[in-house]
């Protein structure tokens, strides 16, 4: 009997391939989302660290120089955090994207996986047949042949 056959085999090793691929990508951006998520939640506490030390040196009395220097490093720590939101933003829409092609990729895979699955099943329901047909074919020999006989005796 012949050997079972998907003859889009080499399709669905292909979608297989490009989903890990795609699996890993997504591991990647992961990690870089939770680096820069990382990184804007310690510029937003040393913002807050540099507010309370600029209150400090407003009530104790600090010349206006170190204190214009204190509000010069709050404004670059604003527009910092403006950056890492900006870049949060940036990596999280890759990151759904990402899981949108990955979300894709599965179902292609899985449709493959099915038609694979109803092929099997269909082959398997076509040796079955075969293999009832030499039944029935061997049966109805025997039968003959045993006719056969009792007329000869």
Do not use: H, P
Not at 51 to 63: C, F, P, V
Not at 96 to 107: D, F, H, N, P, Q
């Amino acid at each position: 009997m012949k050997k079972f056959l998907f003859k889009f085999e080499s399709v669905l090793k292909n979608i297989v391939l490009k989903e890990e691929i795609v699996q890993k990508e997504l591991s990647i951006i992961v990690a870089e989302v939770d680096a820069r998520r990382n990184a804007l939640n310690e510029a937003l506490s040393e913002l807050e660290i540099q507010k309370e030390i600029m209150k400090e040196k407003l009530q104790s009395g600090s010349n206006i120089a170190t204190i214009s220097l204190s509000n010069d490093f709050i404004n670059a720590c604003l527009n910092n955090i403006k950056l890492l939101e900006r870049d949060l933003l940036e990596a999280e829409r890759k990151l759904s994207e990402t899981r949108a092609r990955l979300l894709e990729m599965v179902k292609n895979r899985k449709v493959m996986e099915t038609l694979k699955d109803r092929s099997y099943k269909a082959y398997l329901f076509k040796i079955m047949k075969e293999e009832q047909k030499f039944i029935d074919e061997v049966s109805t020999q025997r039968f003959f042949y045993k006719e056969r006989v009792q007329q000869v005796l």
